[in-house]
């Protein structure tokens, strides 16, 4: 069952400081993707930076107002909340960042950044206090973590400490934007199996945000590949991996490390750089640096269609 529906949604952002309208440009960050999130899956969305993956993120949890299309949360359209309703849905979408000492204020005691969701909500002290210590133990920290502050702890600590936060309203989606980027890749195994066990014991859904393939293929159950505001491959985790259908995806594995010595893929090299997002390619945005492009890419938009096991939009898909 589909826990968010994101239909035809696009985020546009106007820049510059001219005060008409030639003057200013469009970024177009995303740009009408569509997609549906099960309940207790963990999407993966993956591309090189800047192909909107943090906008498309902020937009499914309301922390960003959309341009163009829905989000539908439970079925229940977003845009449309307000008042009680809109808190009381705001409380089953979380958010988690990059960096956790941006989100940590560092001014306040570890227990009450993890309790200040709960006061908000008009929780009583005892109460809260009894649940931000339960949370904090639950993920990993020890019992006199309360009482200190962010800059006491590591930077894989502080992210635990992000988490707790996070599941202080018990939410059921939660959107993580590169959580484990700003960490020592030692560390990183550590929290991503932090979020794997505490999916399964608060029954979560996850949208895994990453520019890495490597972090999102062992936490996703489903990946999206996005490029320059779209998605342009959405398949599950290992069928993405041993068949990546669309020729951006194909290009973005080859330049991971080998995962697999047996994997006699070659290496395929983009020609260019990803496009500005203010002048995007007509027809296929990837045509330009597409090794396989044909003269309807330069024309027609391909969409997201079902080939196989996997969504991919590409006129010629492979497999
Ligand atoms: P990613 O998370 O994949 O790196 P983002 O969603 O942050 O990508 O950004 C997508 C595009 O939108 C980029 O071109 C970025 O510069 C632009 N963008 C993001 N936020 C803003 C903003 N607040 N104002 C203007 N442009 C923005
Ligand atoms: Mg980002």
């Not at 985020?11 to 207790?40: C, F, M, P, Q």
């Not at 000492?101 to 909500?121: M, T």
């Not at 008009?122 to 993920?139: C, F, H, N, P, T």
């Given at each position: 069952?589909?826990i968010?529906?994101?239909?035809?949604?696009?985020?546009?952002?106007t820049?510059?400081?001219g005060?008409?309208?030639?003057s200013?440009?469009?970024v177009?960050a995303?740009?009408d993707?569509?997609?549906?999130?099960?309940?207790?899956?963990?999407?993966?969305?993956?591309g090189e930076?800047?192909c909107?993956?943090?906008?498309?993120?902020?937009?499914?949890?309301?922390?960003?107002?959309i341009?163009?299309?829905?989000?539908?949360?439970?079925?229940?359209?977003?845009?449309?909340?307000?008042?009680?309703?809109?808190?009381?849905?705001?409380?089953?979408?979380q958010m988690?960042?990059?960096?956790?000492y941006?989100s940590?204020?560092?001014?306040?005691q570890i227990?009450?950044?993890?309790?200040?969701?709960?006061?908000?909500?008009?929780?009583?002290?005892?109460?809260r206090?009894?649940i931000a210590?339960d949370?904090l133990?639950?993920?990993g920290?020890?019992?006199?973590?309360?009482?200190?502050?962010?800059?006491?702890?590591?930077?894989?600590?502080r992210q635990r400490?992000?988490?707790?936060?996070?599941?202080?309203l018990?939410p059921?989606?939660?959107?993580?934007?590169e959580?484990?980027?700003?960490l020592?890749?030692?560390?990183?195994?550590?929290?991503?199996?932090?979020f794997?066990?505490?999916?399964?014991?608060?029954?979560l859904?996850?949208?895994?945000?990453?520019?890495?393939?490597?972090?999102?293929?062992?936490?996703?159950d489903?990946i999206?590949v996005?490029?320059?505001?779209?998605?342009?491959e959405?398949?599950?985790a290992?069928?993405?991996?041993?068949?990546?259908?669309?020729p951006?995806t194909?290009a973005l594995?080859?330049?991971?490390?080998?995962m697999?010595k047996?994997?006699?893929?070659?290496?395929?090299?983009l020609?260019?750089?990803?496009?500005?997002?203010?002048?995007?390619?007509?027809?296929?945005?990837?045509n330009?640096?597409?090794?396989?492009?044909?003269?309807?890419?330069r024309t027609e938009?391909?969409?997201?269609?079902?080939?196989?096991l996997?969504?991919?939009?590409?006129?010629?898909?492979?497999?």
């Amino acid at each position: 069952m589909s826990i968010l529906s994101v239909r035809n949604l696009s985020k546009n952002y106007t820049i510059g400081s001219g005060l008409t309208r030639r003057s200013r440009d469009v970024v177009h960050a995303v740009e009408d993707v569509s997609l549906e999130i099960r309940e207790g899956e963990t999407l993966g969305i993956v591309g090189e930076s800047g192909c909107g993956k943090s906008t498309l993120g902020r937009m499914l949890v309301r922390l960003e107002p959309i341009t163009a299309g829905e989000v539908l949360f439970e079925g229940v359209d977003l845009s449309q909340l307000g008042g009680r309703t809109l808190r009381k849905t705001r409380k089953r979408l979380q958010m988690i960042f990059q960096d956790p000492y941006a989100s940590l204020n560092p001014r306040r005691q570890i227990g009450l950044i993890v309790e200040e969701p709960l006061r908000v909500h008009g929780m009583k002290k005892a109460e809260r206090k009894q649940i931000a210590s339960d949370l904090l133990r639950r993920v990993g920290l020890d019992e006199n973590a309360y009482e200190k502050y962010p800059h006491e702890f590591s930077g894989g600590q502080r992210q635990r400490v992000v988490i707790a936060r996070a599941l202080a309203l018990s939410p059921k989606l939660v959107v993580a934007d590169e959580p484990v980027s700003a960490l020592d890749v030692s560390i990183q195994a550590q929290v991503l199996n932090l979020f794997k066990e505490l999916q399964k014991e608060f029954g979560l859904t996850y949208v895994f945000i990453a520019h890495d393939l490597g972090v999102v293929r062992h936490v996703s159950d489903r990946i999206a590949v996005m490029y320059l505001g779209k998605v342009v491959e959405l398949a599950p985790a290992d069928e993405l991996y041993a068949n990546p259908a669309h020729p951006y995806t194909q290009a973005l594995l080859s330049a991971n490390p080998r995962m697999d010595k047996d994997d006699k893929r070659e290496r395929i090299i983009l020609k260019g750089d990803i496009p500005n997002p203010i002048n995007r390619p007509s027809g296929c945005v990837f045509n330009p640096r597409c090794p396989i492009a044909q003269d309807i890419c330069r024309t027609e938009v391909p969409k997201l269609h079902q080939v196989g096991l996997r969504e991919v939009a590409c006129h010629f898909p492979t497999a």
